[in-house]
């Protein structure tokens, strides 16, 4: 059974940093293409950042702010996230993929992502 567990969200001030981490079972992280989501009350749900094989892709939004990792050792996917935003408050989501598909991640998620966490809140405050 796959299960998908996110903690280290919190709240924080503009600029600084949080680390999200996402304990994976059930399944083989090198086998799917994984990836961090967000969701806020006024938005839909988008891509923050996947990872499949070693390769990772980012939204714009949070590009050279963000960081994908990966511990296949550890089964944990982490988000590195610095210099956030008040835009970046959000419930972030870890999902996995059942292959190594994403799909279109960035605007419909739950498109190629059929395992989900049930989040961890972040809130930046200015």
């Known amino acids: 059974q796959v299960q998908l567990v996110e903690s280290g969200g919190g709240s924080v001030q503009t600029g600084g940093s949080l680390r999200l981490s996402c304990a994976v079972s059930?399944?083989?992280?090198?086998?799917?293409?994984m990836g961090w989501f967000r969701q806020s009350p006024e938005k839909r749900r988008e891509g923050v950042a996947v990872i499949r094989g070693g390769e990772t892709d980012y939204a714009d939004s949070v590009k050279g702010r963000f960081t994908i990792i990966r511990d296949l050792a550890k089964n944990t996917l982490f988000l590195h996230m610095s210099n956030l935003r008040p835009e970046d408050t959000a419930m972030y989501y870890c999902a996995a993929s059942r292959n190594l598909i994403c799909g279109p991640w960035m605007v419909r998620p739950t498109e190629a992502f059929s395992d989900w966490g049930r989040g961890t809140q972040v809130t930046v405050s200015s």
């Open positions: 059930g399944m083989n992280m090198n086998a799917v293409c």
